[in-house]
C-alpha cells in the first residue's frame, strides 16, 4: 500500500519561510515524478511545483521566485522550501506522486500552511 507522508506546515507570518517534506513508501513502480498542489477554502486543487528522477523542476507562474522544490531519490522524498509567504499562499498542501510505468498517482493527506500577521 502506499503511502505519503507529509509534514512541516504550519502558521507563518507574511514574507517568512516553511519546508515542506513528504516521504512515499510501498510503491514496487519507480516513483517518476514528486511534487505539490494545493487548495484553499472554496477553490479548486492548484499546481504548485514539481520534480521529476532526473531533476528537472517545473512550477507556478505564482511562485516561481520564492518556492524551491528538491528531492532525495533515495529516500523517496520531496522537499517544498517556500521563502517569502504571502496570505495567498495559505492553503492546504498535498503531495502527489506519479510512478513509472503506468503513470499511476498518489495523494498524502494535506498538510495546512497558514500565512498571517
Known amino acids: 500500500q502506499v503511502q505519503l507522508v507529509e509534514s512541516g506546515g504550519g502558521l507563518v507570518q507574511p514574507g517568512g519561510s516553511l519546508r515542506l517534506s513528504c516521504a512515499a513508501s510501498g510503491t514496487r513502480y519507480t516513483i517518476n515524478s514528486m511534487g505539490w498542489y494545493r487548495q484553499a477554502p472554496g477553490r479548486q486543487r492548484d499546481f504548485v511545483a514539481s520534480v521529476t528522477i532526473g531533476g528537472s523542476t517545473n512550477y507556478a507562474d505564482s511562485v516561481k521566485a520564492r518556492f524551491n522544490i528538491s528531492r532525495d531519490n533515495a529516500k523517496d522524498t520531496v522537499f517544498l522550501q517556500m521563502n517569502d509567504l504571502k496570505p495567498e499562499d495559505s492553503a492546504v498542501y498535498y503531495c502527489?506522486?506519479?510512478?513509472?510505468?503506468?503513470?499511476?498517482?498518489?495523494w498524502g493527506q494535506g498538510t495546512q500552511v497558514t500565512v498571517s500577521s
Open positions: 502527489n506522486i506519479r510512478t513509472r510505468p503506468y503513470n499511476y498517482q498518489y
